[in-house]
Structures are given as structure tokens and as C-alpha cells.
């Protein structure tokens, strides 16, 4: 494998949402997870999706939306166990483009600007909206080992904040960039 490929970290609790999120059913009757996965999907088509074991129903749906599965067996400890998880499981890729399931509305276009600045050059990428800093973010073969040993719950952030001087940002006109999805919706009106 020498391209980028894109990792969709779902292999989350889900503690605060009180249920699992990744199931959970947006307006339209598509799972939260399987949304993000086809946005991801739209602009990097080799990706593969992180799951915790015993995820199968997950699992299925992702494989039919054209994602490989991999399960992470210390989901439980973190999202860098997970991101790990998926670094190993592509070992020889150029990059990873890392998104998060619980982030459905990222538009495919985010996705793929922050593609093309890893396929430029740039070491890390991210997106960002109105200034605020969003997802998916880049990461170069570089950072392979780093992201190898990642663990715990927090992800690729203490690499970015290490190396904010090989940080390139690309601005977005998209707000689903910074929204991801905690909580369950407000039950709406009665009518």
C-alpha cells in the first residue's frame, strides 16, 4: 500500500450519549456512523474503519458501505489504542487521514483538501472553519511510529501539539468540520 488511507475511528463508547452513538439513527434514517463513513468513503477510498470486538452489526454495515474492518481489543482504554489500532493495520500506507464516527456532517470536500495537502507534502493537516481547528486530520508515514505507540484517550493531539510548526491548515467553509455529536438530539415539538 503506498497511498493514504483513510482511518474511521469507531470503536468509541459512546458514554455520554447514554447509548451507542454509532448506531444512533440521524433525520434521515441513516446510521451516525455510516454517514461518516460514506463522507470519508466519497473522497478517500481506500479507508478501513476501527471497531471494538463484538461489533457486529457495526461491522457489517461499514464492510457494505466498502470499508475493510479491524477491531482494536483495547478500545475500552482510549482512542489512541484505536488510531493505533488502525496505523497497524496499514502499516506500509504514505499517510492517514484520521475521521471520527461521530462526526457525520464533515463535508466530503474537508476530507479531501486535507488529502491533496498530505499528497503535496505536508507532514500534518488538518481543516479549519472560521479559524477553529477541525477534523478529519493528516498525518504523514513519518509519524508512523509516533501513532504506533499512541495510547490512551488522546488520540493525535499531543503529536500535533509537538509538531504545530509542520501543521498545515486548510481553511473550510464547513461548519461540520467542528461538529461532532456527544449527546443525543433534543426531542423535538409535538404536533
Known amino acids: 500500500m503506498s497511498d493514504i488511507v483513510g482511518l474511521l475511528l469507531a470503536a468509541g463508547m459512546s458514554r455520554r450519549f447514554g447509548s451507542d452513538k454509532r448506531l444512533h439513527r440521524l433525520a434521515d434514517g441513516t446510521p451516525l456512523a455510516l454517514a461518516a463513513a460514506r463522507r470519508l468513503l466519497a473522497a478517500c477510498p481506500i479507508s478501513i474503519a476501527i471497531v471494538r470486538p463484538g461489533d457486529d452489526e457495526l461491522a457489517a ?8 474492518v479491524t477491531e482494536c481489543p483495547d ?3 482510549g482512542m489512541g489504542h484505536s488510531l493505533a489500532a488502525g496505523v497497524a493495520a496499514t502499516a506500509d500506507a504514505a499517510g492517514w487521514l484520521v475521521a471520527l464516527a461521530d462526526m457525520p456532517a464533515i463535508a466530503p470536500a474537508s476530507y479531501a483538501v486535507v488529502l491533496e495537502a498530505l499528497r503535496a507534502g505536508a507532514p500534518l493537516a488538518r481543516p479549519a472553519h472560521g479559524g477553529r481547528p477541525g477534523h478529519p486530520v493528516g498525518f504523514a508515514a513519518r509519524f508512523r511510529d509516533d501513532l504506533l505507540a499512541l495510547q490512551g484517550d488522546q488520540g493525535g493531539k499531543a503529536i500535533i501539539d509537538t509538531h504545530r510548526d ?3 491548515i486548510c481553511p473550510v467553509n464547513d461548519p461540520g468540520a467542528l461538529i461532532d455529536i456527544d449527546t443525543p438530539p433534543a426531542p423535538g415539538p409535538r404536533t
Not at 61 to 68: F, P, S, Y
Open 75 to 77: 478500545a475500552e482504554h
Open 61 to 68: 454495515l461499514l464492510t457494505e458501505a466498502g470499508l475493510r
Open 166 to 168: 509542520l501543521l498545515t
